[in-house]
């Protein structure tokens, strides 16, 4: 399946434009967070993690494709890792911040604690499944369920900010997401 991945988001980072613009939530909320080391995870062509570099954070940023770590070296204060979200495993109490955006592998939840170092900040904006989406993944395990988030996350985290809202996109399609900042407990 990892070559599949590769293969696919390479492709479509050669064909189609990736935004450049980092995602409302990471530009909102990542100054709240306290160090300096940042994990971007999928990262794509590096919107956010280029963001994250410029306000000061050094951040690995790691994705499957390798079109996209490629773009992404050379560039200060990022550290572009081709890795294999199905098998990469995080270095433990690392980071100061993790953010994701728009990809969901719920394996990756545990996995996301155990490399957030305690009272430190996890960013994360995904879409969440409606049967009058419009623009969202087809695979509906790629989606979060309504409170999918909030059940998950609660035990762990202190939840600072949780919305479930319907977003329409350049085109005029309609989508409904989830956002989420949490700061991990000690």
């Avoid at 967070?33 to 794509?44: E, F, P, V, Y």
């Avoid at 690995?60 to 204060?77: R, T």
């Avoid at 955006?101 to 996890?122: Q, S, V, W, Y």
Wanted: hydrophobic fraction near 35%; charged fraction near 30%.
């Amino acid at each position: 399946m990892a070559e599949e991945d590769r293969e696919h988001w390479n492709e479509k980072y050669l064909t189609i434009p990736a935004p450049d613009k980092p995602v409302e939530l990471i530009t909102r909320y990542a100054k709240l967070a306290t160090g300096n080391r940042a994990l971007d995870i999928a990262c794509g062509m590096g919107r956010n993690s280029k963001y994250l570099a410029s306000i000061g954070f050094e951040v690995d940023a790691l994705d499957i494709s390798s079109v996209a770590i490629e773009s992404l070296k050379g560039l200060a204060h990022i550290h572009p890792k081709e890795v294999d979200l199905d098998t990469h495993e995080f270095p433990e109490k690392t980071y100061d911040l993790i953010i994701c955006t728009f990809f969901l592998k719920r394996e990756l939840f545990p996995k996301i604690t155990k490399a957030l170092k305690p009272d430190r900040l996890f960013l994360y904006e995904t879409f969440v499944y409606h049967p009058d989406n419009e623009n969202t993944p087809g695979n509906k395990s790629f989606l979060l369920e309504e409170g999918e988030l909030e059940a998950i996350f609660d035990h762990e985290y202190d939840i600072m900010h949780l919305r479930e809202y319907w977003d329409v996109d350049m085109h005029g399609k309609k989508s409904l997401k989830a956002q989420m900042v949490a700061k991990r407990r000690s």
